[in-house]
């Protein structure tokens, strides 16, 4: 169904929501809403790079 690679890409960008969602509501430490939308723009980024690297491998 998925590659290795796949899920890696799919498992970095979402732990990357739940860190960004952590920065915003400050679990675990000091609310920080612009660290937590800077990191929240690289999941869309991980995706991107993900899907760069299927097309470049010709697997879609």
Do not use: E
């Amino acid at each position: 169904m998925f590659a290795k690679g796949d899920v890696l890409i799919l498992l970095a960008a979402f732990l990357s929501l739940l860190f960004s969602i952590a920065l915003w509501f400050g679990f675990g430490m000091t609310a920080n809403k612009d660290a937590g939308v800077f990191v929240g723009l690289w999941v869309p980024s991980i995706l991107s790079v993900g899907v760069y690297f299927q097309v470049v491998a010709g697997r879609r």
